[in-house]
């Protein structure tokens, strides 16, 4: 009776060791947001952060923002590649609901993607060149917790200690049903995701190099973001007028996941099907080479973790 009731107890324990151990691990938190592309996961497949609470931030959202509302003028052929530039004034418009500024983003063309020397660079950035025909406009924050509260009626983030930090920890088919809602409330159907390309064009604003500034100017990142994100504004604009293009939170497009094409294009959308959802920008986690205009990160459509937040577009 002793030896049987041994043998049991072995049996209990080897299942448990060849089924349990595995189903406890799968049960834990992973970060669904690949923050590096596809071809590279073994290399840099980068866990999320613990993600703990923390103290309201004093700096000030006002003094930059304020600056930027008189911007200088530049020539057409004035273009900054290592410097921030001074702001363009494009044209605005202003959600009446959201309170949220838009500027109009020209229509024209550039080089997507990184040149084959460019530092840091990864495989799935082959550059070609695009075509955007029509100008649209582009929120000139993330969205922030405020206005997605003002909308959704609660907030998923796990950063709270202000209204003015961007909403993060939103999945993809979360965003549409913000959308959704906003369009309705409007009663428009002009409020949308940007496409990837329609992304990088906005966040370069005419510069050729990585970046669109001196990083630690323009954006929060592993270096100075001390493990949290940070209020929508802060840092320096690109020539547009635009913030937190890189760093802060990663944003949502509208595009799916998929390799770039190899000759000219207009106005890409990406593939017409997909696994994974575009994400660009990098975020408060991310590294230099992870806060570059180019870089490209991915997530399932209901993916969601605390890097992972969004801006809208909305069509002219």
Known sequence: MNKAYCLYRMLIFVLFILVGI???YAAQPQSRFDIRPP????ESNKP?????????????TKSKKESAAKP????????????????VNLGCFTSPTLKAK?????????????PSGEPGRFNNEAQHQVTISKSFYMQTTEVTQGQWEAIMRDNPSHF????????????????????????QKEGTDKYRLPTEAEWEYAARAGTTDARYGELDEIAWYDENSEDQTHPVGEKEPNTWGLYD????????????????????VTDPKGPSTGIHRVGRGGSWDADA????????????????????????????
Request: aromatic fraction near 8%; charge should be neutral; proline fraction near 5%.
């Open 72 to 87: 200088a003028k530049l020539k057409d052929s004035d273009q900054s590649t290592s410097k921030t530039a001074q702001t």
């Open 245 to 264: 293009m890189l760093g802060n939170v990663w944003e949502w497009c509208s595009d799916w996941y998929g390799d770039y094409p190899r000759c000219p």
């Open 160 to 183: 709270t200690e202000d209204d003015e930090l961007p909403v993060e920890n939103v999945s993809w088919e979360d965003v549409q049903n913000f959308i959704k809602k906003l369009n």
């Open 102 to 114: 838009f500027v109009l983003i020209p229509a024209g063309r550039f080089m997507m993607g990184s």
């Open 39 to 42: 071809e590279n996961k073994e």
């Open 289 to 316: 080479r992870g806060c570059r205009a180019v870089v490209r990160g991915s997530s399932t459509r209901d993916g969601r973790d605390g890097h992972l937040g969004f801006r809208l577009a909305r069509t002219l």
């Open 22 to 24: 595995p189903s406890i």
């Open 48 to 60: 999320i952060k613990k993600i703990e609470k923390i103290e309201k931030p004093t700096t000030s």
